[in-house]
C-alpha cells in the first residue's frame, strides 16, 4: 500500500470525494492505485471560519446608527417601524462573513390638538397630545397626556419614550373682544338680572395690574378694587340709592403690556 498526504482549506466545510467536512483535522480515504493496489491518501485540512453576526438595536425616527462599525444614515430608516438591513463582507482568508441588523425606530411624532379650537368658545380648552410617546413634560408642569388650559398663551410640551423625545407648542390666541360695561344697573328691583357692575369673565383673562375706582357726584370714593373679578352691588355705606349717577376709573395692562385707562358713568336704580 503507498501512502500519501496534501493539505486544503475550506471556508465553512470541505468536500473531498463525497464526504463533507466542517472541522479542522486529518482525514484520511483509501483508494486503489493503477496497479490495483491500495493507496491511503491524508487530508490535512483547515477550516476557516464564515461568521454571520446578528445584531439588534432602537434608534429615533430622524436618528442614524453609528455603532458595531456600522454606519447607517437617516434616510436609510425613514418611514419604518422595523428594519432589517444585511451587510456581507469577505475575511482575511476569503470566505463570506454577514452581519443582519435589525432595528426598531421609535416614531417621533408628536402633535397638540387643542378642543375647543377657540379658547373664547367656553372660556376653557383641553391640550391633547397626539404621539406615540409615553412620558410627558409640560410647560406649566403637568405630567399627563392633555391638560387645561383657561388662559391665553404659548404652552409647549417634550415628550419621551426611552431615548427618543420630541418637543411641541401651541399658541393660544387671546379673545378678540372690545371691553363692554353697562351704563346703568338695577339692584333695587331685585329680579335678579343686571344687579351687579362687573367685568365679563372672558375679558377677565385678558386684563392685568387691573384697578377700578368709583366715584359719587362730588368726588368723594365709595368703591375701590385691585380684583378684575370684583362685582359692586351699587350700595354705599351698606344702602343703595336710587338713580343716582357714579363715575369709574378702570386701568389695566393687556397680555402684550399696553396700558389702558377707561372712564365712564355709571347709573344705580
Known amino acids: 500500500a503507498a501512502a500519501t498526504s496534501f493539505p486544503a482549506g475550506g471556508c465553512g466545510s470541505y468536500t473531498w470525494n463525497g464526504e463533507t467536512y466542517d472541522i479542522t483535522g486529518d482525514y484520511q480515504q483509501t483508494f486503489l492505485n493503477a496497479a490495483g493496489c491500495d493507496s491511503v491518501v491524508t487530508l490535512h485540512l483547515t477550516i476557516h471560519p464564515e461568521y454571520h453576526v446578528q445584531l439588534q438595536g432602537t434608534v429615533c425616527e430622524g436618528s442614524g446608527y453609528y455603532e458595531n462599525g456600522l454606519d447607517v444614515s437617516p434616510q436609510q430608516i425613514a418611514d419604518q417601524g422595523r428594519v432589517v438591513l444585511e451587510y456581507r463582507y469577505t475575511s482575511s482568508m476569503g470566505c463570506d462573513s454577514m452581519i443582519t441588523l435589525e432595528l426598531t425606530v421609535i416614531d417621533t411624532d408628536l402633535t397638540i390638538v387643542a378642543d375647543p379650537p377657540d ?4 372660556l376653557r380648552m383641553v391640550l391633547t397630545a397626539e404621539t406615540d410617546f409615553d412620558t410627558y413634560q409640560w410647560s406649566t408642569g403637568e405630567t399627563t397626556s392633555f391638560m387645561e388650559v383657561t388662559a391665553p398663551g404659548r404652552y409647549s410640551l417634550t415628550a419621551s419614550n426611552d431615548n427618543c ?4 407648542s401651541v399658541t393660544v390666541q387671546p379673545c378678540e373682544l372690545e ?4 351704563n346703568t344697573i338695577t339692584p333695587s328691583i331685585h329680579d335678579g338680572l343686571n344687579d351687579n357692575f362687573c367685568i365679563n369673565e372672558v375679558f377677565q383673562t385678558q386684563m392685568y395690574d387691573f384697578s377700578i ?5 362730588w ?3 365709595v368703591f375701590a378694587s385691585s380684583d378684575k373679578a370684583f362685582k359692586w352691588d351699587g350700595k354705599v ?3 343703595i340709592r336710587k338713580s343716582t349717577m357714579y363715575n369709574y376709573v378702570i386701568q389695566y395692562r393687556d397680555l402684550y403690556g399696553e396700558k389702558f385707562l377707561i372712564k365712564g ?3 344705580v336704580l
Not at 179 to 182: D, M, S, T
Open 119 to 122: 379658547l373664547c368658545e367656553e
Open 165 to 168: 423625545s420630541a418637543t411641541a
Open 179 to 182: 371691553l363692554y360695561l353697562p
Open 213 to 217: 375706582h368709583i366715584y359719587d357726584r
Open 219 to 221: 368726588g368723594s370714593e
Open 237 to 239: 355705606n351698606g344702602e
Open 265 to 267: 358713568s355709571l347709573l
